[in-house]
């Protein structure tokens, strides 16, 4: 719906109509004034410099005639601003007033620019700020199914596009349109004739310039759709770098990335040939215009019909000086058929329906008392067909720690998922104190959980600022007792920043155990009542394991917990052990139970006593 988008946009400028009013009101000014200036300079020309007598004669003429033309008129108080005693002195005044006219009309043309260029930042801030928070609130099923190189490109490109289309619309919209009526008012006003000629002619120009916007716009969003895919390239290969080193992938990738970089070139370029033939067929077009004007107006002169030199002089000026704004019309045009594009992306993204909602009227979950229960939850991925989870029962009370164990894929970190509601259930329930956790609020549900996974994540901030992330008001005291819970503050004084030590993009400064230390320490210092614990599978030296599993211990004491585990004294110390297969539940017991039962976990738990 093409309106739309101009509509949204208009919507979202609503508050600055102040600003906008205010502009406008500049713009209209600095129209007159630019028009006043063009006149005057004709008046200088003809009259002062060339024939001063007979412009003294026709205004003794004029001013005892009561049927001027509006042509006439108009030339009549302008002379009765500026004639004066001798043509010298008129040209003192002359040359006073087109000087208070130009800088007037530059005064008023910055007002407006100024005044426009805050709208147009304060609008790109706010739409920037729309987005991001539009993608914070989406869920993770759709950043599984987004490339993040594609929203990258569109909070960071398509809106510095929106701004460029914006910022030249702006400027140009407001201002130009009011010229071109006022000068096309005035051709006119001075020959009736001639201007109905040039108004033939100059809606051809307007024709092809609107087709080549078309076309413009066509290539623009093919560009944009390029440039998120070499993002995403490069944001793909730089961050599993190790993986193309290690697969000594270098040159596949580099000639994917030149592959790709050839098509954007072959685009741009070819978007470029179209931008830059626009100015050229306006500006030709324009020129025949002129010249056809040109011919047919110093006829009408040389044969005095009518028309005589001063407004022919005025004429010619007015209209070469049409031809600028109606340039810049069209080049308003192509800024906008690219903003357009951009625009288009941007409130796609913002569309997005937020498929994990909140109830209207959503619980606070002030406190954790006594039981989550699963209850014959069914589970599959949008992109994927089938079931990942079916018919799960399973209850995890207050105090308890509950261990799920299973082949690769079975869909333990799925279970693990849903409980803060990152992905919905298509069938069942979760309960947390008999209310299903759907009409929660997420913030507050999301509150009583720390979740620690396989893959620490990391900020490239201070390993104190890590570790007391969303939790800016943290002590450093409260810092300091969490790392030594976590076994973590013993290699943190190590580091001669300590805690003010800033961790490399995604924790590459760290080890492993590190990292997962540091991961413990961040949840002990939130210190929820539920904990929800992917154990890292990456295998740790003996010690460091060590220190990783007491720092486990001190954050699973007098907390519910759902493990998914891979170690063995985890799962053994655990209130209740659950074996998942293929998405379902095969046993629940204790270790002993689960032992003696000779089923999946007697053969996971064989296998692994005997690798250790
Ligand atoms: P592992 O021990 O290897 O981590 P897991 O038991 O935790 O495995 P899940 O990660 O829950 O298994 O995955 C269960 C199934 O769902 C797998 O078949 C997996 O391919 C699929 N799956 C996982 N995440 C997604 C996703 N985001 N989109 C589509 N399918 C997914």
Known sequence: MPDSIYKRMIKLMSPFWVYIIISSFSAIIFVLLNSASIWLTATLINNILLDFDKIVK?????????????????????????????????????????????????????IKNYLLRIVELSLVRDIRNKLYAHIQSLSLGYFNRQKTGNLTSIVINDVEHLQIALGATFQKLFVEPINIITFVGLLFIISWKLALIALIIIPLAGIAVIGIGKSIRRKSRRTQKKVAD?????????????????????????????????????????????????????????????????WYGGTEVLMQRGLNPEDFIRFILILFSILGPIKQMGNVNLRIQTGYASAERIFSLLDTPIDITENSNPIQLKSFNNYIEFKNLSFEYEETEGLVLSNINFKINKGEVVAIVGPSGAGKSTIADLIPRFYDPIDGEILIDQENIKKLSLVSLRKNMGIVTQDVILFNDTIKNNIAYAQPKATLESIINACK???????????????EAIIGERGVKLSGGQKQRIAIARALLKNPPILILDEATSSLDT??????????????????????????????????????????????GTHNELYSNDGLYRKLYDIQFLKT
């Not at 006439?72 to 040359?95: D, G, H, W």
């Not at 819970?485 to 805690?499: D, H, Q, Y």
């Not at 004491?557 to 998914?564: F, G, H, N, Q, S």
């Open 230 to 294: 070499i993002m995403q390239i490069l944001s793909e290969t730089l961050s599993s770098i190790r993986i193309v080193k290690a697969f000594a992938n270098e040159n596949n990738e580099i000639i994917k990335f030149s592959k790709e970089s050839k098509n954007y070139f072959k685009l741009l370029l070819r978007r470029g040939r179209l931008d830059l033939l626009a100015g050229p067929i306006t500006e030709s077009f324009g020129v025949v215009i002129g010249v056809i004007l040109l």
């Open 543 to 588: 010690e460091s394991e060590k220190k990783v599993q007491t720092a486990i211990e001190a954050l699973l004491k007098d907390r519910t917990a759902l493990i998914i585990a891979h170690r063995l004294s985890t799962v053994q110390s655990a209130n209740k052990i659950i074996t998942i297969e293929k998405g379902r539940i095969s046993e629940i």
């Open 58 to 110: 026709s205004q003794m003429e004029w001013l005892n005639n009561d049927a001027l033309t509006l042509n006439e008129k108009l030339k009549f108080y302008t002379n009765l601003i500026i004639l004066r005693e001798t043509p010298a002195e008129s040209l003192r005044v002359l040359c006073i007033i087109i000087l208070s006219v130009f800088f007037g009309k530059n005064i008023f043309l910055y």
């Open 485 to 499: 819970a976590a076994n973590a503050l013993e290699f943190i004084e190590e580091i001669p920043e300590g805690f």
